[in-house]
């Protein structure tokens, strides 16, 4: 069975700040890796994903992931915090040819002026 | 290019009530479809997904059922609500999952009195 977990419940930052959001994962076979951002009362959307190939990803809106199968995590991160980045983003794992999505609890950025 | 509905955005029903959550997919054919509902400090749970017309599989076991009468319309079912049933519902679809992950809608925020 696969699990995510996602370290801090909520995160602040200053405004042009690092954004470094933690996703350690647990699999038995190499997973596919989701990072979702959600603003207050709506859908997730999908900032950036790992399937194969170079393991430095980047998304949209700034955001970047690293996959590091030694350490078994995902972690999101931002150089410059802003303000519209304040959301709850959402960890996920997928087995590979799987069609189900296992999501982390997720954590709420804060974003300070 | 596709898109997800989602209806209605929001929903106040009496406990003991029946439930009916719609959502439907435009501009793709046999989707995977999925409900997750989120409520207060208990993340995302998968509630049902289908991978074709007739084809659910459950995910937990509650107070609630899916249908999928249309190869893109996917349905949420209670015949009486609790009141924990309250949360937020979110339907997605996924045309290759593992490649794709989910595309989400806008939600619909069930309070069950």
């Known amino acids: 069975a696969q699990s995510v977990t996602q370290l801090g419940s909520h995160v602040s930052v200053s405004e042009g700040a690092l954004v470094l959001l933690r996703c350690n994962y647990s699999s038995s076979v190499p997973p596919y890796l989701f990072w979702y951002v959600q603003y207050p009362n709506q859908g997730l959307q999908l900032l950036l994903k790992?399937?194969?190939?170079?393991?430095l990803v980047k998304g949209i809106n700034g955001f970047e992931a690293e996959f590091k199968k030694s350490e078994t995590s995902f972690h999101l991160t931002k150089p410059s915090a802003h303000m519209s980045d304040a959301a709850e983003y959402f960890c996920a794992v997928m087995k590979a040819a799987g069609n189900k999505l296992t999501f982390g609890g997720g954590t709420r950025v804060l974003v300070k002026p | 290019s596709q898109t997800i509905h989602q209806w209605p955005a929001t929903l106040v029903q009496p406990v003991g009530s029946p439930l009916s959550l719609e959502c439907t997919v435009e501009?793709?054919?046999?989707?995977?479809l999925y409900w997750y509902r989120q409520a207060a400090g208990r993340g995302l749970q998968l509630l049902f997904y289908s991978v074709g017309i007739g084809q659910i599989s459950s995910e937990v076991p509650q107070n609630l059922s899916a249908s999928r009468p249309q190869d893109r319309q996917f349905i949420l079912s209670s015949k009486k609500l609790l009141l924990s049933d309250s949360g937020f519902y979110l339907c997605a679809w996924s045309s290759a999952p593992s490649l794709y992950g989910y595309t989400f809608g806008s939600g619909t925020r069930l309070t069950v009195v």
């Open positions: 790992y399937t194969t190939g170079a393991t």
């Open positions: 501009g793709t054919s046999n989707p995977n």
